[in-house]
């Protein structure tokens, strides 16, 4: 080991240098990678440009370097002024990142990964979309002399496919043709509305779109209003009083009917109406209860019985956080995975994971059962 060249590195100072950020600097609006220079040495003069591997390119002396960040964790290239790509075997980083709205900065060293790049594999998934500031100091790299070389950024880490499908599907929470929960029926579906993304509890309900696209284009059911009639009798019976004022119905003249989907809720009088409309999944929720949470198995196997996650896992994903067999975060090791533990969808980190459920599926529902929480239901 050359322990002359850590005393070198130690001794240029690898605490990052924080650099002022520029005034106009802006959160960014876009889910996608962007990248600003906020303040670079006085040598870079260039404006930064998306370099070979999307990431922020930028001109420092006869060096252009690019950042590139990724939920996988950060990287960085060089490149001669020509933009050929040069060896950083010998050199070595260190990026801090800080959070906006944050203070506290969390450090991690950038090393050769014999790819090419200097690179701090971290897992970054859990600040996707959040606007950070990123320190980098170098060293070592053939242009920049014996000197640490510092520069900021300020970034997003991008957001993956299926955090936005999983985030669109908690927004709209219903399927705009059945009025029933997305997720009852299994994975929601996308269907291309008129240009835009709606999602619909199951395959029988896509027709109903298709046939009728302006309908269903904002991604809501839809809902008729009426007065209850003698055919009514036994629903509005059931359900007693009114979702919105608590009242019993009947007690303030005819119920009103509204349909949303398939379902009807039944209110004490008119003045209610814009209430459910504005939120109908609540208001169905609080007549017929939430749907039982069901997961399909899924269709992307990486090995006999273990299943990719797809976005309807998310909030169950969410709500486990980690192993019960590794006791590690479920991201920690490339997971989470899904797999079947008598009838019920347990996410593990590692497939390693999966024999010991397939053992004793009933102990890993206990220590999830001991934790609150209760695994879906998969089919």
């Known amino acids: 080991m050359n322990y002359g060249f850590i ?13 002022p950020i520029a005034a106009d600097a802006q959160p960014p609006k876009t889910a996608q990678l962007y990248q600003q220079a906020v303040s670079a040495p006085p040598h870079s003069t260039a404006r930064p440009q998306q370099g070979p591997h999307g990431g922020t390119l930028k001109q420092v002396g006869s060096l252009q370097l690019e950042t590139v960040l990724s939920q ?3 990287a960085l290239f060089v490149f001669d002024r020509d933009g050929q790509p040069m060896s950083v075997e010998q050199g070595r980083g260190a990026a801090s ?5 944050n203070a506290k900065r969390y450090r991690y060293d950038l090393l050769p990964d014999g790819k090419g790049g200097l690179t701090a594999p971290v897992n970054l998934s859990k600040i996707a979309g959040q606007q950070i500031e990123i320190e980098l100091q170098l060293i070592g790299l053939s242009g920049i002399g014996s000197l640490p070389l510092t520069l900021q950024e300020v970034a997003t880490v991008p957001v993956s496919e299926l955090q936005l499908a999983s985030a669109a599907i908690a927004r709209q929470k219903i399927c705009p043709v059945s009025g029933k929960p997305l997720g ?5 579906l996308a269907v291309n509305v008129q240009g835009k993304i709606v999602y619909v509890c199951c395959a029988g309900c896509t027709d109903a779109i298709h046939s009728n696209p302006a309908q269903y284009a904002a991604g809501r059911p839809k809902i008729l209003i009426s007065s209850a009639t003698a055919a009514d009798a036994a629903l509005i019976a059931q359900q007693k009083v009114c979702p919105v004022m608590d009242e019993p119905l009947g007690g303030m003249g005819q119920p009103i009917k509204v349909l949303i989907g398939e379902h009807p809720i039944y209110l004490c009088c008119k003045g209610c109406i814009k209430k459910v409309q504005a939120e109908p999944a609540k208001y169905l929720a609080m007549v017929y209860g939430s749907a039982p949470a069901v997961v399909a198995e899924g269709s992307d196997q990486v090995r006999p019985g273990i299943f990719k996650v797809s976005a309807i ?3 169950f994903v969410a709500a486990q956080k980690r192993c019960p067999v590794m006791d590690e975060p479920l991201e920690a090791m490339g997971g989470p995975f899904k797999v079947n533990a008598d009838g ?5 980190c590692c497939p390693g994971c999966a024999k010991k459920i397939a053992a004793e599926p009933q102990k890993y529902l206990a220590i999830l059962a001991e934790q609150g929480i209760s695994a879906p239901t998969i089919r």
């Open 72 to 74: 996988g964790g950060i």
């Open 7 to 19: 005393k070198q590195f130690v001794l240029a100072g690898m605490l990052v240098t924080i650099w």
């Open 97 to 101: 990142l800080r959070i906006e709205g």
């Open 313 to 315: 896992d998310a909030p």
């Open 184 to 188: 009852s029926m299994g994975d929601p």
């Open 344 to 348: 019920r969808a347990i996410y593990i």
